[in-house]
């Protein structure tokens, strides 16, 4: 069965530090990943996904993912946080083999960014 | 190009009452999936319709149905509300064209239902 691991409920940064929201998956096959950020009373917006290719995957507002198959993780990283990231992230997981396009999401971790 | 639209926004029932929701995907997007999202459970996937046609099912009981429209609108309903089924429910699409299952899920702003 897939599954998708975000070990902190929680990330703390300070404004202008470097960030990083760890997530491990699990599938049979092989993953498509992805990142999507959740404010408050709004839906999921789309970050980025790793489908094929480059490891590391560049996408919106500054952010970019990892990805590591021997670790069977997909960690966001932005070099430098902005309080105006503070939000719950979520990691996401499709079967490379499955038919259809839903998601296996993880259980999400709230980024806090201080001034 | 406007975003996945879901009505109604705020809802409030009383259990053993039915719900119907909502949600109108992104132009040219035809494949649709709902998620419940809680506390306690986080995200989980209800179902997704591609072509008017149940593609993939998740791990709900029967009182949670779902249909898709020729306009690839799609509805859910609830039926025998329980106070347990109190959630954020998103619908997201993606365009699946040609069956491809590389797309991305564009979500809406999701229904708050309330049951009391």
């Known amino acids: 069965a897939q599954s998708v691991a975000q070990p902190e409920d929680q990330v703390n940064v300070a404004e202008g530090n470097p960030l990083t929201v760890k997530c491990t998956y699990s599938v049979s096959g092989n993953p498509y990943l992805f990142w999507y950020v959740q404010y408050p009373n709004r839906g999921l917006q789309f970050l980025l996904k790793?489908?094929?290719?480059?490891?590391l995957v560049k996408g919106s507002y500054g952010f970019e993912a990892e990805f590591n198959k021997s670790q069977t993780s997909f960690h966001l990283k932005k070099p430098s946080a902005l309080v105006s990231d503070s939000a719950l992230y979520f990691c996401?997981?499709?079967?490379?083999?499955?038919?259809?396009?839903?998601?296996?999401f993880g259980k999400g971790t709230t980024l806090s960014v201080s001034s | 190009k406007a975003g996945v639209t879901q009505t109604p926004r705020y809802l409030i029932k009383t259990r053993g009452q039915q719900v119907t929701l909502s949600c109108s995907p992104i132009s040219g997007h035809r494949s649709v999936s709902w998620y419940q999202q809680t506390p306690g459970q986080g995200l989980q996937f209800l179902f997704e319709?591609?072509?008017?046609?149940?593609?993939n099912k998740g791990n709900f009981p029967g009182r949670f149905s779902g249909r898709q429209f020729s306009n690839s609108r799609s509805e859910m309903n609830v039926s025998t509300l329980e106070l347990g089924d109190s959630a954020l429910y998103l619908c997201a699409s993606s365009r699946s064209a040609s069956g491809s299952n590389t797309d991305t899920q564009y979500f809406g702003p999701g229904t708050r239902l309330t049951v009391l």
């Open positions: 996401a997981v499709r079967d490379m083999g499955q038919a259809g396009t839903a998601l296996i």
């Open positions: 319709y591609f072509s008017e046609t149940q593609r």
């Open positions: 790793y489908i094929t290719g480059d490891n």
